[in-house]
């Protein structure tokens, strides 16, 4: 399997596990501080990111493939705004902060990566 192929997948695992926690921390969030707004938009960014990312499995075109993986990038670093903002306004512990921050930096930071490779190409 190529290096390239290697990272997508890797970039679906982590994308996917994020969503769950996305999910899981909606469900916390909701729960114990009847906390709506910033829960959905947590959650709409947080989910949006795999999905792009299996949606670009399928594009048509290399500049397809591009603008999802870019729009994921978009919605990862918007959700790393979102984990910034429940910490500093105490919805989510430090604990809690610096897992979810550790993994969305990860994303970030494969997509980035995958997407200056497929630029120099």
Known sequence: MEEKNQKENVLYAKSYAFAVRSVNLTRYLTNEHKEFVLSKQILRSGTA???LISASEFAQFKADFM?????ALKEANETKYWIQLLYDTQYISETMYQSLYTDIKEIVS????ITKTIKHQ
Do not use: F, T
């Open 49 to 51: 990111i795999g999905a």
């Open 67 to 71: 603008n999802k993986l870019m729009i």
């Open 110 to 113: 494969l997509l980035v990566a």
